[in-house]
Every structure is written in structure tokens, then in C-alpha cells.
């Protein structure tokens, strides 16, 4: 039988994983928008 | 406390997983199909790279990145729209929501969002042609393949095959800024391609299509049809491939390239055509072996095609 904590501990590492995951993202999407906007200008 | 059992009409029905866990990153990123999206990535870049003009190495990864964002987005919208159908498929049965990872609504919101933000960026940082291409090619697979055609036709496949046609087309208006006959013939050749390729997998997986009732052409009209269509669409095919030289677009390297490369995917549909399967123990391996290179063929002929034009600046 799983333990209530185990259970817990798996549940806040998924969302710890994914919002690594999301920040990432973000941050290359905010470096991505950055150097679009330079390209556009040259 | 034991907590006291539901009502029997509470509870949710044996079909619908119970989800206890947040989804994981990695469920989300197979929502995507990676693997048919490498495809997508290799021939959108094909077509970029294949185009007459260059473009500003930024643009051309972000147009790249935009055609990557939105078939993610079609590939979440299509496992959205067929999780009763993927759970019922030994192939697709571990996909996140019938595997009970994920709620569908989630993969439909994930797939939206992608959808917008690749248009929108497309639009924004390449133009608004080669936006609006895009999302007719996510329109296309999402509502034209995955709702209306796939079950209701067995033609399916060649009228969705369209979808999997836009990338190199996309990829060379985002280049060029404009649609002339070389993107068009980059579209039929995958058009064209698509049949055999995914008839040769519908031939050895057929049994799970049956089961969930989509109507794929060997389900609905039989072996030996399915075998002479693969032979039709293997044979427009050859002449399709050399049209890209017979018009002067490319070089020789191109057109010998395209010519070996389609004898021999015409050589591997004549085999699957011309056969009868031997039993119920029958291994496929023709058909296998001509799924197997029909994507070695696409990711080839691409390949050269840009080769060409690189050896032709050279």
C-alpha cells in the first residue's frame, strides 16, 4: 500500500518539476521575443 | 476516518480514469508527438533552406520553432479528440489521458494555447501569409482529419495527408513571403507519399483500427484494394518527385537523387502490392520493411533537395 506522504512527496515534486519546466520557458520565450525584435530592426 | 464509499451513481464510470496525480511535464510533451514532429521540424527546415532567398538566421529558427509550436498543437488537439479511440489501441493505449494521466480538457487547452501563441508569433516576427498557412494546417489536422474525416471515410488518409503537406510549404513562404509552383510541388510530394506510407502501417496494425471502428482501407475495402492503392499512389509518386528538376528548380544532384531514392520506394510498394498475406502468423515484413523506408525516403529526398541548392551556391 502507498503511503499518504510517498503520495505527497510524489504529487509536489511533479508540480516542482513542472513549474522549473514553465519557468524555463518562459525565460528562453523572453529571450526569444528579444532577439526577434532585434532581427526585425536590422 | 474510513471515508464513506460514494454512491453507486457517484461513481464515475469504469471507462473514465481516476487521476489522483497532477500531470507530469513529460505527459505534456507527449501530448506533442515528438517523433511525428521531428519529421515536421526536418521538412519545414527543408523547405526554408531549400527556398531561392536567405533569411535572417533568428527569423528562420523562429519560423522553425512557430511550425514546431503549432503541430504540438494539432498533436494535442487530435489525442484530446481521440482518447476513447487511443485507449482502445494497443499502439496508443499508453498515450496521457486513456493511460488515466491526464484529463482530456487539459490536453484541449494545452493544444489551443500552443496553436495561438505559433500563429500569433508567426504572424508577428515572419508574416502574416505564412501565419495564416499555419493555421489552415492546424485547422486542417484538428477539425478536417481528427473530427471530420478519420471516422467517417476510409480516404481519410488521403485527404488528411494534406495536413502532414504543409510544413515544406510553410518553411519556404516563410523564406520567400509568397506561394509559387515549388512550394505547391513540395506539398504534393508529401500528399502523395502519405497513402503508402501509412497504409503500409494500417496493413500490419489493422486489426487494432478494426477494433475501434475507423474505417481505414484495409478495415473497409480489403487487403488487395489497400495493396493496388499503395501501387497507385507509389507510381504518381516517382514522376511527382522529378518534377521539382524537370521545372528547372534544381540541380542533377537533385534529380538523380530523387530518381534512386523513388525507384526504390516504388521497387519496396510493388513488393507489398503484388502479394497475398500467407496467413493469420503472416510477420508483414514487406509492409513493415516499406513503412520503415518510407520515412528514410522522406527525410532523404528532403535532405538532397537541400544539398542541391547548397552545392548550387557553392
Known amino acids: 500500500m502507498t503511503n499518504p506522504s510517498d503520495s505527497d512527496q510524489a504529487r509536489n515534486r511533479i508540480i516542482r518539476q513542472k513549474n522549473i519546466v514553465f519557468a524555463v520557458v518562459l525565460a528562453l520565450w523572453v529571450v526569444l521575443i528579444f532577439a526577434v525584435s532585434i532581427a526585425k530592426m536590422s | ?314
Open chain 2, 1 to 314: 476516518m474510513a471515508q464513506p464509499l460514494p454512491p453507486l451513481e457517484q461513481a464515475p464510470p469504469p471507462s473514465v480514469p481516476v487521476i489522483d496525480m497532477p500531470a507530469d511535464w513529460r505527459d505534456y510533451f507527449a501530448l506533442t508527438k515528438p517523433r511525428v514532429m521531428s519529421l515536421v521540424i526536418f521538412t519545414g527546415l527543408c523547405g526554408l533552406l531549400a527556398a531561392p532567398v536567405s533569411i535572417n538566421p533568428v527569423l528562420g529558427f523562429t519560423a522553425i520553432l512557430c511550425i514546431a509550436i503549432a503541430a504540438g498543437g494539432a498533436a494535442a488537439l487530435n489525442q484530446w479528440w481521440e482518447a476513447d479511440i487511443d485507449g482502445g489501441m494497443k499502439r496508443t493505449a499508453g498515450r496521457p489521458i486513456p493511460a488515466g494521466r491526464m484529463p482530456a480538457a487539459n490536453a484541449r487547452d494545452f493544444g489551443i494555447a500552443l496553436s495561438f501563441t505559433a500563429v500569433i508569433l508567426m504572424g508577428l516576427a515572419i508574416g502574416w501569409l505564412t501565419a495564416v498557412i499555419l493555421a489552415v494546417s492546424i485547422l486542417y489536422y484538428a477539425v478536417v482529419y481528427t473530427i471530420w474525416l478519420k471516422p467517417r471515410t476510409p480516404q481519410n488518409i488521403v485527404i488528411g495527408g494534406g495536413a502532414g503537406a504543409f510544413p515544406p510549404m510553410i518553411g519556404w513562404v516563410a523564406a520567400t513571403g509568397h506561394i509559387t509552383l515549388m512550394p505547391v510541388i513540395l506539398f504534393a510530394i508529401i500528399f502523395f507519399w502519405t497513402p503508402p506510407h501509412f497504409w503500409a502501417l494500417a496493413l500490419f496494425v489493422q486489426t487494432d483500427y478494426a477494433k475501434v471502428g475507423i474505417p481505414m482501407l484495409p478495415v473497409v475495402a480489403g487487403e488487395a484494394v489497400t495493396r493496388r492503392q499503395i501501387v497507385v499512389y507509389a507510381v504518381l509518386l516517382f514522376p511527382l518527385s522529378l518534377l521539382p528538376w524537370a521545372i528547372g528548380a534544381t540541380g542533377l544532384v537533385y534529380g538523380v537523387g530523387a530518381a534512386v531514392l523513388s525507384a526504390i520506394f516504388l521497387g519496396f510498394a510493388l513488393r507489398v502490392g503484388f502479394r497475398h498475406r500467407s496467413g493469420a502468423d503472416d510477420a508483414m515484413k514487406p509492409e513493415k520493411q516499406l513503412f520503415g523506408f518510407s520515412i528514410l525516403y522522406l527525410f532523404a529526398l528532403f535532405g538532397i533537395l537541400v544539398a542541391d541548392r547548397w552545392i548550387g551556391i557553392a
